[in-house]
C-alpha cells in the first residue's frame, strides 16, 4: 500500500454528511472503478480523500463553511506542478502544498492566522499525530481530473454536493467510485503509464518544506489559476527584485578600510583577484558595504558568517570580499580533529639548517709543497714565514675544534620556536581570514577559544605568551554549511559574535548558466540549461526519497558540462559526473536516471 494510505489514514473521522453512515455504507461491492483488477471487488470512502474532493467542489461552486477562515486555491505553475492552498478548518491554518506530476513528489507548508505569506512556515508532517494529509489529496485532484472516469462521477458528485446531498446513496456510490479510482491510479501508477498518479512520500511522513524564498522570488506562483484565490502563492508576495548587475571595475578595491595603508610587494601579491566570470552576488557587496561604512565608528562590522550549501560560492565570495577590500587573504579549513593550536599556533622544534660544505682542510702533500698556502686555507691569513710544524699543529686544532662543534649541535637541548598560522598572521597584519566548515570540529570548545579575539577585546593570548592585538583591517569570515554529513550545530556565544549572518542560497537558474558558461567556456546553453533544470530536480528527489549520501550541486553541474563537451553527450557525461556523486547506491544512481535524467531528456 502507497504510504499516503497509510493504515491509520483510513480510520480519520469521515466529513458531514458520511459521518453518520455506517461501514457498509462506506465500503461499496456495488460499485468499483475500472482500475480495480484485484480479485476483491470493493471500493471503500477513505476519508481523507472525499473530504479534500467535497473541498474541491465547495471552491468551485463557491460555497463556503462558516467556519471557514480562508477560501483555499487551487492551480497550476506549467504543465508539471500543481499549486495548492487548503483552508484546514480544524486548525484554522492554511496549508500551501505544491505537487510534481512527474515526480510524484511533494512540498508543503502550514501558514497560521494571520498569515504572512513572506513568513518561513511551519513544515508539514504527514504523520498520525501530524497534519491530517488532505492538503496532499487535494492538490492531486486537478491530476486526477484528467481520467474521464474520475471525472465524470466527479460531476455527478459535484451536482450532489450543489442539492445539500439530497441523494445521499447516489453521494455515497459516487464517493465510493472516486476515491476507489484514486486509490487504484496511485497503487498502480507504475503499470498504469500516462493515467497512473506517481506519489513518492519520504520514510517518517517528512515532506519537504516550502521557503520563504520562494515566496519572495517568485519560484512559488500559480501562473495559472483553476479556482479559489491565493494568499501565499501569488504575484503580488514577491517581493525580491532582480538586482542590477555588480561590475567588477564598480567592486574590485571600492572598498578599502584604510586608504592611508600602502601594503607591500609580498601583500600585493596576496590580495585575490577575481575571475572574469564570478557574478558579484548582492550580499557579498552588502557584508564589504558594512564592513566599510562602520570603519570609523566605536565597533567596526568585522566578523561575518556565510552559510549554504556546497557551491553556493561562499569562498569565492571570501576571496571576492578581500579583492573589494584590497587586503591579502588567508584561510584555514577545519576537520573534526581541529584543535585551538590549529588556530592559534604552536610551538614546534627548531630546524637547523646544516650546510652540505666540508670544511677546506689541506692534504700532507699540500702542506710539505707549500706550508704557506696550505695555512691560508684554514685561516685566510697568508704568512710565508709559517713552518711546516706550525701548519701541522693548526689542522690537527681546526679539526678538534669543527669536531666539538657538531657534537655540541646533535647532542645539546633542542631550540624551539614558536610558528604563525593563518589566523595569527591575518590578526597582526590586518588581512581576511576565512575559517572554513567550523561547524565540522568534533570539539565544541575549540572555537569558543577565539571568543576574546571576536570580542570587543580583540585580542588573543599565544601559546608563547604574547598578546597579540587584532589589527583593526582584520575582517573575519566563517563560512559553513549545516545540512551535510558531520556537521554541527554552531556555538551560540560564536553567532552572537557575527557581526552580519548571511544566508547564501543556490544561485538562480540565469546565473547559474552565466557562471558555468564563464568557467567552463561552453556555448551551447541550450544544454546547459537542461543539465541545470536535472540538477535542480536530482537534488529535489534525493530529498524527497532520502538519498543522503551523496552531493549533487553546482561542482557536479560544472564537471558534468565539462565532461558534455569532450563527448558531446549529455546522458553519457552524467553517468560519472552527476549520478556517481548524487549517491554511491547503485539502485539509487538507477531510480535519479529515470526519473529525473532520462524523463527530462526524453522531453
Same mark, same amino acid.
Given at each position: 500500500?502507497?504510504e499516503?494510505?497509510?493504515k491509520? %489514514?483510513?480510520?480519520?473521522?469521515q ?9 457498509a455504507?462506506?465500503?461499496r461491492s456495488?460499485i468499483?472503478s475500472k482500475?480495480?483488477? @484485484?480479485?476483491?471487488k470493493?471500493?471503500t470512502?477513505?476519508?481523507l480523500?472525499?473530504r479534500a474532493?467535497?473541498t474541491?467542489a465547495?471552491?468551485e461552486l463557491?460555497i463556503?463553511n462558516?467556519r471557514?477562515?480562508?477560501t483555499?486555491?487551487i @492551480? ?6 500543481t ?5 484546514s ?6 496549508h500551501?502544498?505544491?505537487?510534481n506530476q ?6 508543503a507548508?502550514?501558514?497560521?492566522d494571520?498569515?504572512?505569506p513572506t513568513d ?11 497534519k491530517?494529509?488532505? +492538503? ?10 484528467a481520467?474521464?472516469?474520475?471525472n ?6 459535484k451536482?450532489?454536493?450543489?442539492s @445539500?446531498y439530497m441523494d445521499?446513496?447516489?453521494c455515497? &456510490?459516487?464517493a465510493a ?16 503509464g500516462?493515467i ?7 520514510a517518517?511522513?517528512i515532506?519537504? *518544506?516550502?521557503?520563504? &524564498?520562494?515566496?519572495k522570488?517568485?519560484t512559488?506562483? +500559480?501562473t ?6 491565493f494568499?501565499v502563492?501569488?504575484k503580488s508576495?514577491v517581493?525580491?527584485?532582480?538586482a542590477p548587475?555588480?561590475t567588477?571595475?564598480?567592486f574590485?578595491?571600492?572598498y ?6 600602502v601594503?607591500?610587494?609580498e601583500e600585493?601579491?596576496a590580495v585575490p +583577484? ?7 552576488p548582492p550580499?557579498i557587496?552588502?557584508? $564589504?558595504?558594512?564592513a566599510?561604512?562602520t570603519?570609523?565608528s566605536t ?6 558568517l &556565510?552559510?549554504? *550549501? ?5 569562498t569565492?565570495?571570501a576571496?571576492?570580499?578581500a579583492s ?5 587573504y588567508?584561510?584555514?579549513?577545519c576537520?573534526?580533529n ?5 588556530l592559534?599556533?604552536?610551538i614546534l622544534?627548531k630546524v637547523r ?6 670544511v677546506?682542510y689541506?692534504?700532507?702533500t ?5 706550508p704557506?698556502?696550505?695555512y691560508?686555507t684554514?685561516t685566510?691569513?697568508y704568512d ?5 710544524e706550525?701548519v ?5 686544532q681546526?679539526?678538534?675544534n669543527?669536531?666539538?662543534a657538531?657534537?655540541?649541535t646533535q647532542?645539546?637541548?633542542?631550540e624551539?620556536?614558536y610558528v604563525d598560522?593563518p ?11 576565512e575559517?572554513q566548515?567550523?561547524?565540522?570540529i568534533?570539539?565544541p ?12 577585546c580583540?585580542s588573543?593570548?599565544?601559546p608563547?605568551g604574547?598578546?597579540?592585538m587584532r589589527h583593526p583591517?582584520t575582517?573575519?569570515?566563517?563560512t559553513?554549511?549545516?545540512?551535510y554529513a558531520?556537521c554541527?550545530g554552531?556555538?551560540?556565544s560564536i553567532? %552572537?559574535?557575527?557581526n552580519?549572518v548571511v544566508?547564501?542560497?543556490?544561485p538562480?537558474?540565469a546565473?547559474l ?11 551551447d546553453?541550450?544544454?546547459?540549461k537542461?543539465m541545470?533544470?536535472?540538477i535542480k530536480?536530482?537534488?529535489?528527489y $534525493?530529498?524527497?526519497?532520502s538519498?543522503?549520501d551523496? $552531493?549533487?550541486?553546482?561542482r557536479e553541474l560544472?564537471?558534468?558540462?565539462? %565532461?558534455y563537451?569532450i563527448c558531446n553527450?549529455i546522458?553519457?557525461?552524467?553517468k560519472y559526473t552527476?549520478l556517481?556523486s548524487a549517491s ?11 526519473? $529525473?535524467i ?6
Amino acid at each position: 500500500m502507497n504510504e499516503i494510505f497509510a493504515k491509520w %489514514s483510513w480510520k480519520r473521522k469521515q466529513p458531514e454528511p458520511f459521518n453518520t453512515c455506517t461501514d457498509a455504507e462506506l465500503t461499496r461491492s456495488d460499485i468499483t472503478s475500472k482500475y480495480n483488477m @484485484g480479485p476483491r471487488k470493493v471500493a471503500t470512502i477513505h476519508p481523507l480523500a472525499i473530504r479534500a474532493i467535497i473541498t474541491y467542489a465547495s471552491l468551485e461552486l463557491g460555497i463556503t463553511n462558516p467556519r471557514q477562515t480562508h477560501t483555499g486555491a487551487i @492551480g497550476s505553475q506549467g504543465d508539471d506542478i500543481t499549486v495548492a492552498e487548503y483552508p484546514s478548518i480544524s486548525e484554522a491554518e492554511l496549508h500551501v502544498v505544491t505537487y510534481n506530476q512527474n515526480m510524484g513528489t511533494f512540498k508543503a507548508g502550514v501558514y497560521q492566522d494571520p498569515v504572512i505569506p513572506t513568513d518561513k512556515p511551519a513544515n508539514y508532517m504527514y504523520t498520525e499525530n501530524g497534519k491530517s494529509g488532505t +492538503a496532499l489529496f487535494f492538490s492531486l485532484l486537478p491530476t486526477a481530473l484528467a481520467d474521464s472516469e474520475f471525472n465524470d462521477t466527479y460531476q455527478k458528485f459535484k451536482a450532489c454536493v450543489q442539492s @445539500g446531498y439530497m441523494d445521499l446513496e447516489e453521494c455515497l &456510490m459516487n464517493a465510493a467510485l472516486m476515491c476507489d479510482n484514486l486509490y487504484r491510479r496511485i497503487e498502480n501508477a507504475d503499470t498504469l503509464g500516462a493515467i497512473g498518479i506517481p506519489v513518492k512520500l519520504n520514510a517518517g511522513g517528512i515532506i519537504s *518544506p516550502i521557503r520563504a &524564498m520562494e515566496v519572495k522570488n517568485g519560484t512559488l506562483i +500559480a501562473t495559472t489559476v483553476l479556482c479559489g484565490e491565493f494568499e501565499v502563492a501569488k504575484k503580488s508576495n514577491v517581493t525580491g527584485k532582480k538586482a542590477p548587475s555588480i561590475t567588477h571595475r564598480d567592486f574590485v578595491g571600492k572598498y578599502v578600510l584604510d586608504e592611508s595603508r600602502v601594503l607591500t610587494s609580498e601583500e600585493e601579491a596576496a590580495v585575490p +583577484a577575481l575571475p572574469q566570470w564570478y557574478i558579484v552576488p548582492p550580499e557579498i557587496k552588502q557584508i $564589504c558595504e558594512h564592513a566599510k561604512m562602520t570603519t570609523t565608528s566605536t565597533q567596526p562590522m568585522r566578523n561575518f558568517l &556565510m552559510r549554504g *550549501p556546497a557551491g553556493t560560492g561562499k569562498t569565492e565570495g571570501a576571496r571576492a570580499i578581500a579583492s573589494a577590500l584590497h587586503l591579502p587573504y588567508r584561510f584555514i579549513t577545519c576537520s573534526a580533529n581541529t584543535e585551538i593550536f590549529d588556530l592559534v599556533g604552536q610551538i614546534l622544534p627548531k630546524v637547523r639548517k646544516t650546510s652540505n660544505k666540508e670544511v677546506p682542510y689541506p692534504t700532507f702533500t699540500d702542506i710539505r709543497m707549500d706550508p704557506a698556502s696550505a695555512y691560508y686555507t684554514m685561516t685566510n691569513t697568508y704568512d710565508e714565514s709559517i713552518t711546516e710544524e706550525n701548519v701541522y699543529q693548526t689542522l690537527i686544532q681546526a679539526v678538534v675544534n669543527n669536531t666539538e662543534a657538531r657534537l655540541s649541535t646533535q647532542s645539546g637541548g633542542k631550540e624551539f620556536e614558536y610558528v604563525d598560522t593563518p589566523l595569527v598572521e591575518a590578526i597582526r597584519y590586518g588581512y581576511i581570514l576565512e575559517i572554513q566548515e567550523p561547524t565540522v570540529i568534533a570539539n565544541p570548545a575549540v572555537l569558543v577559544g577565539l571568543n576574546g579575539l571576536l570580542d570587543q577585546c580583540k585580542s588573543i593570548t599565544l601559546p608563547t605568551g604574547e598578546t597579540v592585538m587584532r589589527h583593526p583591517d582584520t575582517v573575519i569570515v566563517v563560512t559553513t554549511n549545516v545540512d551535510y554529513a558531520g556537521c554541527r550545530g554552531m556555538n551560540q556565544s560564536i553567532i %552572537s559574535r557575527m557581526n552580519l549572518v548571511v544566508d547564501l542560497d543556490e544561485p538562480d537558474e540565469a546565473t547559474l548558466i552565466k557562471r558555468v558558461q564563464g568557467i567552463t567556456g561552453c556555448k551551447d546553453h541550450s544544454a546547459i540549461k537542461t543539465m541545470a533544470q536535472i540538477i535542480k530536480d536530482v537534488n529535489e528527489y $534525493c530529498q524527497e526519497a532520502s538519498i543522503r549520501d551523496g $552531493c549533487c550541486g553546482v561542482r557536479e553541474l560544472i564537471s558534468w558540462v565539462q %565532461s558534455y563537451m569532450i563527448c558531446n553527450d549529455i546522458a553519457q557525461a552524467a553517468k560519472y559526473t552527476v549520478l556517481a556523486s548524487a549517491s554511491s547506491d547503485g539502485q539509487s544512481r538507477m531510480e535519479i536516471q529515470s526519473r $529525473c535524467i532520462d524523463t527530462k531528456l526524453a522531453a
